[in-house]
């Protein structure tokens, strides 16, 4: 009996195989590049609690004694480390409070606008950004805010003023970033809630009419509270990826200035110049490791937390 | 009848409210163009004028000596554009077919071992290694380190688009694919042949973001490519800034001072961000209709 039915399963999962093996072998490609890319560092965070060597390789390396040594010396004497931690989640908390705030306004500035054209043009302008490496990025913010011929800079002097030296000054980075934040993404996230806003239903809006409500009406008691699931939903997806910061952004806009680092220096750029100057792997893989469990945490919560908002609105 | 009239005249008539709406939304679009044309502005800026006047939007004077100043080492920016082009078409093209295929195997109801897979690939958008074991493996376990691979291979599988490609291949009728199973289609071909001319919307927008990915990609080179030959064009405009950068901490050496005389600074980035971002501009007007799509499919559900 049981051989029979064990006989059965294994002609089934054979015949399976003979009919779909195309299907498999169409999804080794990108089953092996994840496996090089994403699989084999994730088998590699050991060297977090490792002393690496080169030449003995990821698993060849001896182990720290104790297994948490490195994390140790990275919470204990590391002051740098600490900063770029209160660095992402603090501007990251920033950009996500002001970014929503402005993108959602910014969409509903685009659904008042009844002139079809105008309405391309503009929105197609202020996702221009959102395509620009952010190399180019980084010059844009020196061609504005550069000492020498920086625009800003030459406005004030020719007004009699005293130059601002932006890239010695860390205390107005925060809002620079913001800035630069908003300037570069505002336009393509406000797309979201612009697709939001024109599938909420029309009867609605003339119900409202009827009763005499005015446009303002009708955005703050129908579109606004009707826009709250999505709001509440990329928040919380953005939340999910706090600890994450944009590492060319921060990276190529800063000019990676040391100057900057006490309120622009981020756990991306933080574990790259670990990485590239000091080449101590333990301690920043020891960062990394940290940085991705707690997005992973993160990244769970606030998906089960979304999932409940909105169902299909959830990430997975 | 009234009604109607009524509903009229609300929508023809600009308000306080809608003023400002047009206002804002138009300053906002100002605020985004102003530094593309500043830097072109810019990049016909003669240098002394920069210093003297700083950019603005209209150049005082008119030069293209930064131009000129790029192309007298114009080997390293064509060999910028050939790394770039190349990486961007042949990654473009490798990227959609892995990205595509892998999407289909998952979209199929039939396919072995499918919950398994579609964790597998959903698993590297919750959790990753880090840059630093990446790096590791990269350099020392896979050797692509200074190969023309580095480019390529790292960022050609995503998470994202094979969910995105899956979902689009998924809302297409299973009969299709029943009935070509029938007629004694192999898989490969029904995704050829069916499945891949019925899915263009959604694979216009994923090649155009996957191209723009490649051509703005610097990240990369900065990682893995030492050799200058490899050098694609944002890393070069990268490097040219970081150098200059460099020559100005040092400026109090008088060897420095007469190098940094000769050399066109600012103006020269602006012209080599032109040349890096120009095709991007040129066609953005043609591609824009594919993003917008691209971001409301996306925004629905990875």
Same mark, same amino acid.
């Given at each position: 009996?049981?051989?029979?039915?064990?006989?059965?399963?294994?002609?089934?999962?054979?015949?399976?195989?003979?009919?779909?093996?195309?299907?498999?072998?169409?999804?080794?490609?990108?089953?092996?590049?994840?496996?090089?890319?994403?699989?084999?560092?994730?088998?590699?965070?050991?060297?977090?609690?490792?002393?690496?060597?080169?030449?003995?390789?990821?698993?060849?390396?001896?182990?720290?004694?104790?297994?948490?040594?490195?994390?140790?010396?990275?919470?204990?004497?590391?002051?740098?480390?600490?900063?770029?931690?209160?660095?992402?989640?603090?501007?990251?908390?920033?950009?996500?409070?002001?970014?929503?705030?402005?993108?959602?306004?910014?969409?509903?500035?685009?659904?008042?606008?009844?002139?079809?054209?105008?309405?391309?043009?503009?929105?197609?302008?202020?996702?221009?950004?959102?395509?620009?490496?952010?190399?180019?990025?980084?010059?844009?913010?020196?061609?504005?805010?550069?000492?020498?011929?920086?625009?800003?800079?030459?406005?004030?002097?020719?007004?009699?003023?005293?130059?601002?030296?932006?890239?010695?000054?860390?205390?107005?980075?925060?809002?620079?970033?913001?800035?630069?934040?908003?300037?570069?993404?505002?336009?393509?996230?406000?797309?979201?809630?612009?697709?939001?806003?024109?599938?909420?239903?029309?009867?609605?809006?003339?119900?409202?009419?009827?009763?005499?409500?005015?446009?303002?009406?009708? &955005?703050?008691?129908?579109?606004?509270?009707?826009?709250?699931?999505? &709001?509440?939903?990329?928040?919380?997806?953005?939340?999910?990826?706090?600890?994450?910061?944009?590492?060319?952004?921060?990276?190529?806009?800063?000019?990676?200035?040391?100057?900057?680092?006490?309120?622009?220096?981020?756990?991306?750029?933080?574990?790259?110049?670990?990485?590239?100057?000091?080449?101590?792997?333990?301690?920043?893989?020891?960062?990394?490791?940290?940085?991705?469990?707690?997005?992973?945490?993160?990244?769970?919560?606030?998906?089960?937390?979304?999932?409940?908002?909105?169902?299909?609105?959830?990430?997975? | 009848?009234?009604?109607?009239?009524?509903?009229?005249?609300?929508?023809?008539?600009?308000?306080?409210?809608?003023?400002?709406?047009?206002?804002? =939304?138009?300053?906002?679009?100002?605020?985004?163009?102003?530094?593309?044309?500043?830097?072109?502005?810019?990049?016909?800026?003669?240098?002394?004028?920069?210093?003297?006047?700083?950019?603005?939007?209209?150049?005082?004077?008119?030069?293209?000596?930064?131009?000129?100043?790029?192309?007298?080492?114009?080997?390293?920016?064509?060999?910028?554009?050939?790394?770039?082009?190349?990486?961007?078409?042949?990654?473009?093209?490798?990227?959609?077919?892995?990205?595509?295929?892998?999407?289909?195997?998952?979209?199929?109801?039939?396919?072995? #071992?499918?919950?398994?897979?579609?964790?597998?690939?959903?698993?590297?958008?919750?959790?990753?290694?880090?840059?630093?074991?990446?790096?590791?493996?990269?350099?020392?376990?896979?050797?692509?380190?200074?190969?023309?691979?580095?480019?390529?291979?790292?960022?050609?599988?995503?998470?994202?688009?094979?969910?995105?490609?899956?979902?689009?291949? =998924?809302?297409?009728?299973?009969?299709?694919?029943?009935?070509?199973?029938?007629?004694?289609?192999?898989?490969?071909?029904?995704?050829?042949?069916?499945?891949?001319?019925?899915?263009?919307?959604?694979? #216009?927008?994923? =090649?155009?973001?996957?191209?723009?990915?490649?051509?703005?990609?610097?990240?990369?080179?900065?990682?893995?490519?030492?050799?200058?030959?490899?050098?694609?064009?944002?890393?070069?405009?990268?490097?040219?800034?970081?150098?200059?950068?460099?020559?100005?901490?040092?400026?109090?050496?008088?060897?420095?001072?007469?190098?940094? #005389?000769?050399?066109?600074?600012?103006?020269?980035?602006? #012209?080599?961000?032109?040349?890096?971002?120009?095709?991007?501009?040129?066609?953005?007007?043609?591609?824009?209709?594919?993003?917008?799509?691209?971001?409301?499919?996306?925004?629905?559900?990875?």
């Amino acid at each position: 009996m049981l051989a029979h039915t064990k006989g059965k399963t294994k002609s089934r999962l054979v015949r399976t195989f003979s009919e779909h093996w195309q299907m498999l072998i169409m999804a080794l490609p990108g089953v092996a590049l994840m496996f090089m890319f994403s699989y084999m560092p994730m088998f590699g965070t050991v060297i977090a609690f490792k002393r690496y060597k080169v030449k003995q390789g990821i698993f060849g390396s001896a182990w720290m004694k104790p297994l948490f040594r490195n994390f140790e010396i990275l919470f204990r004497k590391n002051s740098q480390a600490i900063v770029a931690i209160r660095n992402t989640l603090f501007l990251n908390f920033l950009f996500i409070v002001v970014g929503v705030a402005f993108a959602v306004f910014l969409a509903l500035m685009f659904n008042e606008i009844n002139n079809r054209l105008y309405k391309r043009v503009t929105q197609s302008l202020s996702f221009l950004p959102y395509f620009i490496s952010t190399v180019v990025v980084g010059i844009f913010a020196t061609s504005l805010m550069g000492y020498e011929s920086g625009t800003i800079n030459s406005v004030i002097s020719s007004l009699g003023g005293e130059k601002i030296n932006f890239y010695a000054r860390p205390g107005m980075w925060p809002v620079i970033m913001l800035i630069v934040n908003i300037w570069k993404g505002a336009g393509y996230s406000s797309v979201v809630y612009l697709a939001a806003i024109t599938g909420i239903d029309a009867s609605y809006y003339e119900a409202a009419r009827i009763d005499g409500a005015t446009r303002r009406d009708e &955005i703050r008691y129908i579109t606004l509270p009707l826009l709250l699931p999505t &709001i509440i939903v990329m928040t919380l997806l953005a939340i999910g990826k706090i600890m994450n910061a944009d590492f060319g952004l921060f990276y190529n806009v800063t000019a990676d200035n040391p100057n900057l680092y006490p309120t622009t220096d981020v756990l991306d750029t933080y574990i790259y110049r670990t990485l590239r100057q000091t080449g101590d792997m333990g301690i920043s893989s020891a960062v990394g490791l940290f940085q991705s469990t707690c997005s992973l945490i993160l990244v769970l919560v606030s998906n089960a937390v979304a999932r409940r908002i909105d169902e299909n609105s959830a990430l997975f | 009848m009234a009604e109607a009239t009524r509903y009229r005249r609300r929508r023809f008539r600009i308000n306080g409210w809608q003023m400002f709406a047009c206002l804002f =939304t138009g300053l906002f679009a100002l605020v985004c163009l102003y530094p593309f044309l500043l830097v072109i502005s810019g990049s016909f800026t003669p240098k002394d004028e920069s210093i003297r006047y700083g950019f603005r939007l209209i150049p005082h004077g008119f030069t293209t000596a930064s131009y000129q100043a790029l192309f007298v080492n114009g080997r390293t920016i064509i060999n910028g554009y050939k790394v770039t082009v190349f990486v961007t078409v042949v990654g473009t093209a490798l990227s959609l077919g892995v990205n595509s295929m892998l999407g289909w195997a998952l979209s199929r109801k039939v396919m072995p #071992a499918r919950k398994f897979f579609n964790f597998y690939v959903l698993f590297t958008m919750l959790f990753s290694g880090g840059m630093v074991p990446w790096y590791i493996v990269c350099v020392n376990y896979l050797h692509l380190k200074d190969t023309i691979f580095a480019l390529l291979f790292p960022s050609m599988v995503s998470a994202w688009n094979i969910f995105l490609l899956r979902n689009y291949f =998924t809302s297409v009728p299973e009969e299709m694919y029943e009935s070509a199973r029938i007629d004694g289609a192999r898989d490969f071909r029904i995704y050829w042949n069916i499945y891949l001319p019925l899915s263009t919307p959604v694979l #216009a927008t994923v =090649t155009l973001f996957t191209a723009l990915g490649y051509w703005n990609d610097w990240w990369l080179g900065l990682m893995l490519i030492d050799k200058s030959e490899l050098h694609p064009l944002q890393l070069l405009l990268r490097n040219i800034i970081s150098n200059i950068q460099y020559l100005q901490t040092m400026e109090q050496n008088p060897e420095i001072q007469r190098m940094m #005389a000769s050399i066109p600074g600012d103006g020269v980035k602006m #012209a080599l961000v032109i040349i890096t971002t120009g095709p991007i501009i040129l066609l953005y007007p043609f591609l824009q209709r594919y993003f917008v799509k691209g971001i409301m499919v996306g925004a629905v559900k990875g």
